[in-house]
């Protein structure tokens, strides 16, 4: 195992490696063996039944989860029990919620600069410059003085992904961005989705959203139980799905 | 396709609006609430008028002495208005009322300041400014140390004490509870159970048995000779038991604020101590700002106790005045009224303050 460590350090074109990650909730077995590498630039969407461990994996590359075997390498940094280690990897991947999370007692624009101010300790005009950038890239500078609870769910997950694009991650991770929201608002966070993919950033997706996977990503991820059940490009895996559990999962949510 | 019109506003039914059918609905609506309606008009008018003719229309106002108290049917105001520097200043000296006069000041500015202060000029000046009050108001009502005529704590007393007691344990509780809540939540068994003990301790024990273990057993504990003062040993223990009860209001806060804001705050990247005052302070104050002024009202009112140790602070001099030979004229109604009514006027403005803090920190979000 540790020769197999070594060999995927030297592999550069690999941003994340996961090697044989398993993770116990008490002795419920909530991820059995992953195994998963990502090139830089590549788009990924992971899919599957709820409860199949695709959000814990996720939350396992920037350590908002802890896994209990196997290895996990970020950027070249492999994840270990030490603070400055794990901050450094979260400084690399910017995270997108289900629920927003914006920091509610802050404006919009304090939400933006808050990490750039105080982890990468850059001057604050600095960090304004840099805020309004995104939100004007997200189509919502005109929002910038006022509080997240004055915003809808649609700008607020908009605000969430230009506050995670501040810090200027290697990775991005989206823990199922849309499943809060309005049907009418999750275009608008999908278009910005889609746009940041086109840019070419490596993008982990958690989301239920088959047509957005049809469109960008490189890879679509099955997870079923806590394991990677199949991994192939969207047009294979939608339409020549191998295993039976696949083929159930589609058929409940291509159906209607 | 026909195009969606909504239909227009209609005015409200006359029956619904106006003062005949708000009495109605309100006041007479049952037989029953018709006869509790007419009791409650008949208890104040057989009330009220004899009420505000003891207070204000036959009460003894001018005067210096208890035999201007003529009218024997009124309150005898006299009373308050010549023990009213007592009341207030205690025996602090007359020409150096100033000094107290100027922390109170100070104290009220302060407050001010961190209403009107832009939000990073607050935190930058008002928060240190806040944190060193005690400290300086201490400095300047003893005064030995910067040159102005020494007046020792025995003279320090009356209402004024009490305010600054409360409000000096409540400076420093703030931070102190902040760290033991933040203990109790933490991952590391001796820093746990440390704050644990701490808290439930101090929550535990009456806030008298407190006092007298303040007044009369700490100083067992200090070397011989060593002489620490009792006004500031009163002082530690409010502190203590106010943190106590704090850094429970603060575990309540701490445990409301959803799990999404640590998430987002690690994802950032930001460090525990950043990610704890950046984020999760701000927000627990907020949640917590209700029980936090409950909290401080108690403590407020709890300084009277002080009295059984024998710290003059308003209550005590109320009772010495009440048992002052020249003024034996059984005055103990007026004068516990006046102590009443100056803390309630206090502990009510606190509570307009608090709402006036919960509107203001109230971005209106809940998520």
């Known amino acids: ?256 | 396709m026909k195009e969606f019109t909504p239909l227009p506003d209609k005015p409200a039914p006359n029956d619904v609006v106006g003062i005949i059918p708000w009495l109605k609905d309100n006041l007479f609506p049952t037989p029953l609430n018709s006869l509790v309606t007419l009791a409650i008009i008949a208890f104040f008018v057989t009330v009220i008028p004899p009420l505000f003719d003891w207070l204000f229309f036959s009460a003894n106002w001018s005067g210096t002495t208890q035999a201007a108290c003529t009218n024997k049917d009124g309150a005898c105001w006299v009373f308050v208005i010549a023990w009213s520097k007592q009341f207030f200043y205690g025996s602090y000296p007359v020409e150096e009322l100033w000094r107290i006069n100027t922390c109170l000041l100070a104290l009220v500015a302060i407050i001010v300041a961190s209403f009107k202060l832009h939000k990073d000029l607050r935190n930058k000046i008002a928060i240190p400014l806040f944190l060193l009050l005690p400290f300086l108001s201490i400095i300047l009502l003893d005064g030995s140390l910067i040159g102005l005529e020494y007046v020792a704590t025995d003279y320090w007393g009356g209402f004024t004490l009490n305010v600054m007691l409360a409000a000096a344990s409540i400076i420093v509780a703030f931070p102190l509870s902040f760290l033991w809540a933040l203990g109790r939540r933490s991952d590391m068994p001796f820093i746990r159970s440390v704050s644990v003990i701490l808290i439930e301790f101090f929550r535990g024990v009456p806030v008298l048995a407190l006092f007298f273990m303040g007044s009369v057993m700490l100083p067992l504990f200090f070397p011989e000779g060593t002489n620490v003062d009792k006004l500031l040993r009163v002082w530690i223990v409010l502190t203590l038991f106010m943190s106590g009860y704090m850094a429970e209001v603060f575990r309540g806060g701490f445990q409301a604020v959803p799990n999404g804001q640590y998430e987002a705050a690690d994802s950032l990247g930001l460090g525990f101590w950043q990610k704890t005052l950046l984020i999760i302070l701000p927000q627990v104050i907020k949640i917590s700002m209700p029980n936090i002024l409950a909290t401080f009202v108690m403590l407020f009112k709890n300084t009277t106790f002080l009295l059984i140790i024998g710290i003059f602070e308003m209550l005590s001099t109320t009772q010495t005045a009440l048992t002052n030979s020249n003024w034996l004229g059984g005055h103990s109604t007026e004068g516990y009224l006046f102590v009443a009514v100056v803390f309630w006027i206090c502990c009510f403005s606190m509570s307009m303050i608090s709402s006036s803090i919960e509107r203001k920190l109230d971005t209106s979000h809940k998520n």
Request: glycine content about 6%; some cysteine; overall charge negative.
């Open chain 1, 1 to 256: 195992m540790s020769i197999n460590h070594e060999q995927s350090i030297e592999n550069n074109d690999d941003i994340i490696i996961i090697k044989d990650l398993n993770k116990w909730y008490g002795d419920f077995h909530v991820l059995k063996d992953i195994n998963l590498r990502v090139k830089k630039g590549e788009r990924i969407v992971i899919c599957g039944p709820s409860g199949s461990g695709k959000s814990t994996m996720t939350r396992c590359i920037n350590r908002l989860e802890e896994f209990q075997r196997g290895s996990l390498i970020v950027n070249g940094v492999e994840m270990i029990e030490d603070v400055k280690n794990i901050e450094a990897i979260r400084r690399e991947v910017g995270m997108v919620f289900q629920h927003f999370n914006l920091f509610p007692h802050l404006t919009i624009l304090e939400n933006l600069t808050l990490g750039p101010i105080w982890v990468q300790k850059k001057p604050k005009k600095e960090a304004e410059a840099i805020a309004m950038k995104y939100l004007e890239r997200v189509k919502i500078p005109d929002q910038a003085q006022k509080f997240p609870g004055q915003l809808s769910g649609g700008q607020q997950q908009r605000v969430a992904i230009a506050r995670s694009l501040c810090m200027n991650p290697e990775i991005m991770l989206f823990d199922e961005p849309t499943s809060a929201l309005d049907p009418e608002m999750i275009k608008e966070v999908l278009d910005v989705m889609v746009e940041l993919a086109d840019e070419g950033m490596t993008m982990l997706c958690v989301t239920h959203e088959m047509g957005f996977a049809k469109k960008v990503a490189d890879r679509v991820i099955f997870m079923d139980a806590g394991e990677i059940v199949e991994q192939n490009t969207p047009e294979e895996l939608f339409n020549n799905p191998q295993t039976d559990r696949l083929q159930l999962f589609l058929s409940q949510i291509l159906d209607h």
